[in-house]
Nanobody, 118 residues
Framework: QVQLVESGGGLVQAGGSLRLSCAAS????????MGWFRQAPGKEREFVAD????????SFAHFVKGRFTISRDIAKNTVYLQMNGLNPEDTAVYYC???????????WGQGTQVTVSS
């Protein structure tokens, strides 16, 4: 069983940056895709970005493209979300998740809070 632990959230002013980390541990970690999602108060959880673990191919939600980037450290079983140009609308709990080869998101982290003040 794979455990995912996010870190790096916090309070930042509008225009600032944060880097989130998601470290995987447990049994053999070999996801197809690693993704980041977020959920703001009173809203549905939404996709932010993902990365194909083997190839590094990336995709982004339309609202973050150009501001956020996703990367991985295979040796550390860790995926990162670098967030620049943050605005108050980015305030949410951010979750990482692992997807298997049947497109199932099978493991989720506990989430890390990101708060952007205006």
């Amino acid at each position: 069983q794979v455990q995912l632990v996010e870190s790096g959230g916090g309070l930042v002013q509008a225009g600032g940056s944060l880097r989130l980390s998601c470290a995987a541990s447990g049994s053999t970690f070999s996801p197809y895709v690693m993704g980041w999602f977020r959920q703001a108060p009173g809203k549905e959880r939404e996709f932010v970005a993902d990365l194909t673990w083997s190839t590094g191919r990336k995709s982004f939600a339309h609202f973050v493209k150009g501001r956020f980037t996703i990367s991985r450290d295979i040796a550390k079983n860790t995926v990162y979300l670098q967030m620049n140009g943050l605005n108050p609308e980015d305030t949410a709990v951010y979750y990482c998740a692992a997807q298997d080869y049947s497109d199932k998101w099978y493991s989720w982290g506990q989430g890390t809070q990101v708060t952007v003040s205006s």
